[in-house]
């Protein structure tokens, strides 16, 4: 075996090494900072649990995410964390069981039995927020703007948003009363977007025609603004929930066209991502360059039943490892070299600096690298019996 063989490391399990491992860390204080000032509580979920609490109330692409493993205490088989959202839902339902909208965020380790189809690692560090105890708008729209706000924070520029309502199938497909293994079949069609698929399942299917027409439709209303007005009328005849969902997307056109005109919206009425926890409005944030989302998010209401305290809730995550890998441009390192001395004076010019807040690097006795070596853009002189702050020279 190799030196190289020893170090290999599994598929998409990675390290971070300097300098990104700054812009990671630098990037994760101003947004937690920014959540701060918006009111998050910052909550730290456990890396593993027992599976049963992990993954109850989540769907079946959460449970094939999880690493399984054994507690050699109990015996019992416990998860490593996949997803840090169903956990808070838990910790707003059961522990904190506080009255009224309750904001928590988090910023924690994750890992990925699979790795994301767009070469997502399987150990991102996901970042998000989640507010509990509001059905209104109002929480999702205040989602959407922190999510705009931190990737505008990250560095991201055009930015696309992916919007999607999953209440608009589950209506649709309530009122048609498929069978379960029916039921399964079209879902999955229309997460592959396989309009054909759609179209065979239904008309096996669902024999009232209006209703069968919408839900061919479903795959096919994608695209600008204009998605909303042609969904408004392919579902005149809808249930009521659907005309609620419409509803709530326009009002989301509006709030995101009046906090940003910079992103680009798309509305996907097929949009049923996720891991079958959502039960309101979905969005995904894109930039160009990127296959995978950097932020996902959404409604979903009642998850903290299992816990006994059904809440409604709207939330984000997003991968810290990615958003920081956004602006590679920006300055990572910066500080002044000291030299190797004992003398006290400049003993005590390095504690001031370095108490204002200054990266000062000293050299260690008979170190050979040098400023540069260890990203420093000034240097400690002594001129005159003071020690200067000057640029380094060429
Ligand atoms: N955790 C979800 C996104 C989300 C957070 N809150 C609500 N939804 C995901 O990774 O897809």
Same mark, same amino acid.
């Given at each position: 075996m190799t030196i190289a063989d020893r170090w290999l490391l599994p598929d998409g399990m990675?390290?971070?090494?300097?300098?990104?491992?700054?812009? +990671?860390?630098?990037?994760?204080?101003?947004?937690?900072? /920014?959540?701060?000032?918006?009111?998050?509580? +910052?909550? +730290?979920?456990?890396?593993?649990?027992?599976?049963?609490?992990?993954?109850?109330?989540?769907?079946?692409?959460? *449970?094939?995410?999880?690493f399984k493993l054994t507690d050699q205490l109990t015996g019992r088989l416990m998860g490593a964390s996949a997803d840090v959202t169903p956990q808070v839902a838990r910790m707003d339902a059961h522990s904190l069981r506080r009255?009224?909208?309750?904001?928590?965020?988090?910023?924690?380790?994750?890992?990925?039995?699979?790795?994301?189809?767009?070469?997502?690692?399987?150990?991102?560090?996901?970042?998000?927020?989640? /507010?509990?105890?509001?059905?209104?708008?109002?929480?999702?729209? *205040?989602? +959407?703007?922190?999510?705009?706000?931190?990737?505008?924070?990250?560095?991201?520029?055009?930015?696309?948003?992916?919007?999607?309502?999953?209440?608009?199938?589950?209506? /649709?497909?309530? *009122?048609?009363?498929l069978a379960a293994e029916a039921e399964r079949a079209l879902f999955a069609a229309l997460e592959r977007k396989a309009v054909g698929e759609v179209d065979a399942i239904v008309d096996a299917h669902v024999q009232d025609p209006s209703l069968a027409e919408m839900l061919r439709q479903l795959p096919r209303l994608h695209g600008g603004d204009e998605v909303l007005e042609r969904a408004r009328e392919v579902f005149a005849?809808?249930?009521?929930?659907?005309? *609620?969902?419409l509803a709530q997307l326009t009002a989301l056109r509006t709030s995101i066209g009046r906090d940003s005109e910079q992103v680009a919206r798309y509305f996907d009425l097929a949009e049923l991502r996720g891991y079958e926890y959502h039960t309101g409005m979905v969005f995904a944030a894109y930039?160009?360059?990127?296959?995978?989302?950097?932020?996902?998010?959404?409604?979903?209401?009642?998850?903290g039943r299992a816990f006994g305290r059904p809440r409604p809730a709207t939330g984000c995550s997003m991968d810290l490892k990615l958003l920081a890998s956004l602006d590679e441009q920006r300055p990572s390192h910066d500080g002044i070299w000291a030299p190797a001395s004992e003398s006290e004076a400049l003993a005590r010019r390095v504690s001031e600096l370095r108490q204002a807040g200054e990266r000062v690097v000293q050299a260690l006795a008979g170190q050979t690298t040098g400023a540069r070596a260890h990203f420093c853009d000034r240097e400690l002189i002594e001129h005159e019996g003071r020690w200067q702050v000057r640029p380094l020279e060429d």
């Open positions: 990675d390290e971070v090494l300097p300098p990104q491992t700054l812009r +990671m860390e630098s990037l994760r204080r101003a947004l937690l900072d /920014l959540y701060y000032r918006w009111g998050y509580d +910052m909550v +730290m979920p456990p890396p593993v649990e027992f599976l049963d609490s992990l993954l109850t109330g989540t769907g079946t692409d959460l *449970e094939l995410q999880t009255e009224g909208p309750v904001r928590l965020c988090y910023c924690a380790h994750v890992l990925r039995a699979q790795a994301d189809e767009y070469q997502g690692g399987r150990s991102p560090v996901q970042l998000g927020l989640e /507010l509990f105890g509001h059905a209104g708008l109002e929480a999702d729209q *205040e989602i +959407m703007q922190l999510v705009l706000s931190s990737l505008d924070l990250a560095g991201a520029r055009n930015v696309h948003l992916a919007i999607g309502h999953i209440g608009i199938y589950r209506a /649709l497909a309530g *009122e048609a009363g005849g809808a249930p009521a929930a659907v005309g *609620e969902a930039v160009p360059g990127y296959g995978q989302a950097l932020a996902k998010g959404g409604r979903y209401d009642d998850t």
